[in-house]
């Protein structure tokens, strides 16, 4: 059996699609452009180049974007101030603060003040206390995690009733994929550091989110015939046929995971555009919200 590979970028591309010609039409209609915010601080190049392409994402689908990048050694105080005034600006309607900040810097008292209402990432307290009580909805999904649950449905897997497993268990991936899946009737097996046998716990998976940043380290024979595998994994390998020298990988073997899974997202070209794609959705969300 060869699964049939789920085209992320496709995916990603149809959202980002919707979400243009739902800015078209808001703003032709007279109502404010949607506008995100972004706060990085400090200089790590990583993040600086996360942020520019949600900048960049904003500009391709009609949405504003205004940048605040502070210094490495900004205070506490200085980053929260910053959240604060977004807060109460009403042209700004998501506030993203990119992490990992300075290690001086308590993120989560930063996290905390973003007002739940422009809190696009999902990450505050409250949407993720949403998000894990029943009956109840977050009024936003933390990207990564939605994108994943999107690419599931997009490609006709069945959630409820399933057999899922999720690896890993962050505060940005594993814990929030884990609710979404119970809140859409899944029985659910989080996996972490410490699980025992964990081959034999995944080859359960019906479903199975892979997102633990260990290279390719779900083989083939773990996975059961038919599952529908999502691999959240960015691994750099070496590869001297690469101009780089490098190339990316995810925590499955994809090679082998490949030739058994039912359905399975590359990498790259999965999971990865759906990120940005859903924080546009979401970015649009909170201006539906601020400004129906
Ligand atoms: P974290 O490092 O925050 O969490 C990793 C999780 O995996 C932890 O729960 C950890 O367990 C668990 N884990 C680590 N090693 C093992 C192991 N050997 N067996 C079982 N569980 C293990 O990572 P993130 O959640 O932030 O990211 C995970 C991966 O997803 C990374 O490769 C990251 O680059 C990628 N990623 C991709 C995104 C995208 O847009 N495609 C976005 C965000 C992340 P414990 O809790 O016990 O420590």
């Given at each position: 059996?060869?699964?049939?590979?789920?085209?992320?970028?496709?995916?990603?591309?149809?959202?980002?699609?919707?979400?243009?010609?739902?800015?078209?039409?808001?703003?032709?209609?007279?109502?404010?452009?949607?506008?995100?915010?972004?706060?990085?601080?400090?200089?790590?190049?990583?993040?600086?180049?996360?942020?520019?392409?949600?900048?960049?994402?904003?500009?391709?689908?009609?949405?504003?974007?205004?940048?605040?990048?502070?210094?490495?050694?900004?205070?506490?105080?200085?980053?929260?101030?910053?959240?604060?005034?977004?807060?109460?600006?009403?042209?700004?309607?998501?506030?993203?603060?990119?992490?990992?900040?300075?290690?001086?810097?308590?993120?989560?008292?930063?996290?905390?003040?973003?007002?739940?209402?422009?809190?696009?990432?999902?990450?505050?307290?409250?949407?993720?206390?949403?998000?894990?009580?029943?009956?109840?909805?977050?009024?936003?999904?933390?990207?990564?995690?939605?994108?994943?649950?999107?690419?599931?449905?997009?490609?006709?897997?069945?959630?409820?009733?399933?057999?899922?497993?999720?690896?890993?268990?962050?505060?940005?991936?594993?814990?929030?994929?884990?609710?979404?899946l119970i809140g859409r009737n899944a029985t659910v097996t989080v996996c972490?550091?410490?699980?025992?046998?964990?081959?034999?716990?995944?080859?359960?998976?019906?479903?199975?989110?892979?997102?633990?940043?260990?290279?390719?380290?779900?083989?083939?024979?773990?996975?059961?015939?038919?599952?529908?595998?999502?691999?959240?994994?960015?691994?750099?390998?070496?590869?001297?046929?690469?101009?780089?020298?490098?190339?990316?990988?995810?925590?499955?073997?994809?090679?082998?995971?490949?030739?058994?899974?039912?359905h399975i997202t590359p990498v790259p070209g999965g999971v990865g555009p759906?990120?940005?794609?859903?924080?546009?959705?979401?970015?649009?969300?909170?201006?539906?919200?601020?400004?129906?």
């Open positions: 059996m060869t699964a049939q590979i789920i085209d992320g970028k496709a995916i990603a591309k149809s959202v980002r699609d919707q979400v243009a010609a739902e800015v078209a039409r808001r703003t032709a209609a007279g109502k404010p452009q949607p506008t995100l915010a972004t706060v990085l601080v400090g200089d790590r190049p990583d993040s600086a180049a996360y942020v520019t392409s949600k900048q960049k994402a904003c500009a391709e689908l009609g949405m504003g974007s205004v940048s605040h990048h502070l210094p490495g050694d900004a205070s506490q105080q200085q980053v929260e101030a910053l959240v604060k005034s977004l807060n109460d600006d009403p042209k700004i309607n998501g506030i993203l603060v990119q992490l990992p900040m300075p290690g001086h810097i308590d993120e989560e008292r930063v996290l905390q003040l973003i007002n739940i209402e422009k809190d696009v990432d999902g990450f505050s307290p409250l949407n993720i206390g949403r998000l894990a009580q029943k009956g109840r909805e977050p009024l936003f999904v933390p990207c990564t995690p939605y994108g994943c649950i999107y690419l599931l449905e997009q490609s006709g897997v069945k959630i409820e009733g399933a057999n899922a497993v999720v690896l890993g268990r962050s505060n940005i991936v594993g814990m929030p994929a884990a609710l979404l972490h550091s410490r699980t025992r046998d964990l081959p034999d716990v995944v080859r359960q998976a019906d479903i199975l989110i892979a997102a633990i940043g260990r290279t390719e380290m779900v083989r083939g024979d773990w996975i059961k015939p038919g599952a529908a595998v999502i691999d959240v994994g960015i691994n750099e390998i070496a590869d001297p046929t690469k101009k780089s020298g490098r190339r990316l990988v995810g925590d499955v073997n994809f090679a082998e995971a490949v030739e058994v899974a039912g759906m990120t940005i794609a859903m924080l546009m959705k979401n970015t649009l969300h909170a201006a539906e919200i601020q400004n129906p």
